[in-house]
Structure formats: C-alpha cells, structure tokens
C-alpha cells in the first residue's frame, strides 16, 4: 500500500490527491445500507480464475496499472504532444478496481465471490461519484473495462483510453508470464467496444 499511497501524494490537485488517499486508506462505501463488508485491499487478489489470482495480486495488479498508463502519458506527450491530465490518470488507476474489495472474500485459506450483484467497475464508479470525485475521473474507474455491451462505459477520453489500454496490458502481461493465459495477446491489440 505504501507504493500506491507514494503515487497518490504525485497527484498535484491537494483536493483530488487527498479524496484518493482517503480513498485507497479505507473503502467503507458511502452507503451504510450497504451489505457487503469490504476485504484487505492489499490482500486480495485482483480476480478469481483470472490475472494477478493470489493474494495481494490487487495491490500488485494496481501499482503495475498506474506506472504503466503514467509511462504511455509520457509517450502520449512525447510522440503527439498531447498533454494527458496526470492527476486524473494517477487517481483513476489507482482506483479503478477499488470496488473488489465488496466483490471478494477469504473463507479459511480459499477467496470467493460474496454475491454482491454489482459490477467492480459500476461499483466503483458510484463510490467515487458518491464522494464527489471529478466526473473525468469517475469515467475513467467506470470505463476501464472498454464497453463489454455498455456503449456508455466506452472510453470516450485520452486518459480513460490510456488507464483502458494500461490495465488490459498489464492483465494480459502477468498472465502470459505466470502461465495463467486467459486473455489471448491478440486482445490487447483490439479496439474496446471488440473486446465481449
């Protein structure tokens, strides 16, 4: 957690840097009518039967998402000029799979699914509008997984595309490298609204 915080307190924006922090340090949802209590971020696993399935694999799944999409910002800048609003990719990266922790629990020595009926990304998503986090941010978390059906959760902005493409290369990375392939690399090379 201490590298994701470290990443956060480079967000310049002291309103949008201290929601994050907030944010990351405890996930208690903004709804107390909510059922589902939330897992140790830095425990879980980013997916069940997917990339990054072992513990702290969300921590580490996260960390690889944010240096990546900071490194094509400098490529975005240096190669078209472009000026990508690193503040919003830093706190969208950082955040974009924050709602996991209401989708999984450790029971014995084994992580499951708590039913929770709620997409991560929707999740997400309304946690962060429900703290007031800018809505350029907000699209970022809720369009990371490209449109899967969802014209609306399509990346429609330079830094949703670029958190979009950094999250699907660094799932499609750990699992050709850990041999846990369920993502064919030929994924990475689609356009989102291919990818159901």
């Known amino acids: 957690m ?9 967000i310049k924006n002291k309103t949008l840097r201290e929601k ?8 208690t949802p903004s709804n107390p009518d909510f059922v589902y209590p939330a897992a140790d971020f830095s425990k879980i696993p980013a997916w069940i039967g997917a990339h990054h ?3 702290g694999g969300l921590l580490e799944h996260t960390l690889g998402v944010a240096k990546l999409a900071l490194n094509f910002a400098d490529m975005v800048q240096e190669t078209y000029k472009a000026k990508p609003n690193r503040d919003h990719i830093i706190a969208g990266a950082l955040l974009h799979d924050i709602g996991k922790v209401f989708l999984l629990k450790k029971v014995g ?3 499951q699914f708590t039913g929770c009926l709620f997409d991560h990304a929707a ?5 962060l509008y429900s703290r007031g986090f800018p809505e350029e941010v907000i699209h970022i978390v809720a369009s990371h997984g490209g449109d899967m059906g969802s014209a609306g959760a399509n990346p429609r902005t330079l830094e949703a595309q670029i958190v979009f493409h950094a999250d699907t290369v660094d799932a499609a990375l750990e699992s050709q490298i850990n041999g846990t ?16």
């Open 2 to 10: 201490k590298r994701l915080l470290e990443l956060a307190n480079k």
């Open 181 to 196: 392939a369920q993502m064919p690399l030929q994924f990475l090379f689609m356009q989102p609204s291919e990818k159901e």
């Open 53 to 55: 399935n072992y513990e």
């Open 20 to 27: 994050t922090i907030k944010l990351l340090k405890d996930q």
């Open 109 to 111: 020595k084994e992580w």
């Open 123 to 127: 999740l997400s998503a309304n946690e």
